[in-house]
């Protein structure tokens, strides 16, 4: 069975930072790419970022590129996605997601139809 199980979200000042964190079980980390999503009061869900399964490839939306990193680690079951200067435009909810297949190569904005499997998400709040 498919899991996951999400924490790190919060209420922080703008530039401050945040560390997410995506425990997964029930399949092979690294055989599928991984995704955060985030969606926000009366807007789309939006992918925020991925990575690949195999090599590990690393995508980004403008909007965070250069602010937040997205990384794995298989020992562990787990993806991160370290949040720095964030901005009130960065609170939503955000989730993690599963590609729908193995060996998925991440394009820069994950369309959130390849990704079939998904956490319960975190709420991550940007104000001072």
């Known amino acids: 069975q498919v899991q996951f199980r999400e924490s790190g979200g919060g209420l922080v000042q703008p530039g401050g930072s945040l560390r997410l964190s995506c425990e997964v079980s029930?399949?092979?980390?690294?055989?599928?790419?991984i995704a955060w999503f985030r969606q926000a009061p009366g807007k789309e869900r939006e992918g925020v970022s991925c990575?690949?399964?195999?090599?590990?490839?690393?995508t980004y939306i403008d909007s965070v590129k250069g602010r937040f990193t997205i990384s794995r680690d298989n020992a562990k079951n787990t993806v991160y996605l370290q949040m720095n200067s964030l901005k009130p435009e960065d609170t939503a909810v955000y989730y993690c997601?599963?590609?729908?297949?193995?060996?998925?190569?991440?394009?820069?904005?994950?369309?959130?139809?390849?990704?079939?499997?998904w956490g319960q998400g975190t709420q991550v709040t940007v104000s001072s």
């Open positions: 029930g399949f092979t980390l690294d055989r599928y790419a």
């Open positions: 997601a599963r590609s729908n297949w193995t060996m998925y190569q991440c394009g820069r904005r994950p369309p959130p139809p390849d990704f079939g499997s």
């Open positions: 990575i690949s399964s195999s090599n590990g490839v690393k």
